[in-house]
């Protein structure tokens, strides 16, 4: 659908020449490499980011390049595989982004799935102990949880502003305190008790709400945030500070919008598909509610 959309407004607007159009549009790569997911290699390999209406599903891309490697070395192999295999992941890939970031381009360091794979391993650490210590995680209150996520979004952010022959130790941590409080806040809200008082709380709420859609949420801000520029000519900062914070504004309610009836009209029913016959063994455990 995204696609769909996009190249078709590309299309419409391909004999106007502003900054707005070419920040959605220019130097988009062929449907086929979308379609395929290997935009976050290609990205990499020409160390620049190529039409913003589509250049966030790079993320998407490592995702299924991870999806399809993982699974196989988990049916291959055994535990103590896995736990090796998790913990060289963790080591290796700042290494990569590091040895990456000075031999190619930061871009490349960036979004190459090699570059990412101690954020899975992290995912992957999570599952293991899950699966091991289910009633020690089950105990586990959410303070530890949450100072646990703040270490390692600082950890994170330090790799993140990393430079070959610089030490920009602001930058690293500019963002660190967002971070870490979106992180608080998600995982108090999860690893709460069924009933607590935070269930009743707005936050709370709002989280659920735009977690059960966050999938529709990231596939389309982009999308919304570049035709909101389109329409106010805002780009920064080309349009001055009040027009770009309108268009911004502009571009989030869009998204929620579009971002809830994606998740109603196209994501449930695929979802709900997944209850058939062909799907009835691959059912997890829990479901998110």
């Given at each position: 659908l995204l696609l769909a959309v996009g190249f078709s407004l590309s299309w419409l607007f391909s004999d106007i020449d502003t900054p707005s159009v070419a920040w959605l549009w220019s130097g988009a790569y062929s449907p086929l490499v979308y379609l395929g997911f290997l935009q976050n290699i290609m990205i990499g390999v020409d160390s620049v980011w190529r039409a913003n209406f589509?250049?966030?599903?790079?993320?998407?891309a490592v995702e299924e390049?991870?999806?399809?490697?993982?699974?196989l070395l988990v049916v291959l192999t055994g535990r103590r595989a896995l736990v090796a295999f998790?913990?060289?992941?963790?080591?290796?890939?700042?290494?990569a982004r590091m040895w990456i970031a000075a031999d190619y381009s930061t871009i490349a360091a960036y979004c190459w799935p090699v570059s990412r794979m101690d954020a899975f391993a992290w995912g992957m650490a999570v599952a293991l102990f899950a699966h091991a210590r289910p009633d020690l995680l089950r105990r586990t209150p959410a303070g530890p949880l949450a100072a646990a996520a703040i270490a390692l979004f600082v950890l994170f952010q330090a790799f993140a502003g990393w430079r070959v022959g610089e030490a920009p130790v602001a930058y690293a941590l500019k963002f660190t305190f967002v971070d870490a409080t979106?992180?608080?806040?998600?995982?108090?809200?999860?690893?709460?008790?069924?009933g607590a008082a935070i269930e009743r709380a707005h936050v709370h709420r709002a989280l659920a709400w735009m977690g059960e859609?966050?999938?529709?949420?990231?596939?389309f801000h982009n999308a919304c945030m570049g035709l909101a520029f389109?329409?106010?000519?805002?780009?920064?900062?080309?349009?001055?500070?009040?027009?770009?914070?309108?268009?911004?504004a502009a571009s989030w309610i869009a998204a929620?919008?579009?971002?809830?009836?994606?998740?109603r009209r196209v994501e449930l029913p695929f979802m709900a598909g997944g209850s058939g016959p062909l799907f009835a063994r691959r059912q997890p455990a829990t479901a998110l509610g």
């Open positions: 589509f250049a966030h599903t790079w993320s998407l390049q991870f999806y399809l490697v993982i699974p998790t913990l060289a992941a963790l080591v290796l890939g700042p290494v979106a992180a608080m806040l998600v995982l108090a809200a999860a690893a709460a008790p069924a859609r966050c999938f529709s949420l990231y596939l389109l329409a106010a000519s805002a780009i920064w900062p080309e349009g001055g500070v009040l027009p770009f914070l309108v268009a911004i929620l919008a579009i971002g809830d009836l994606s998740y």
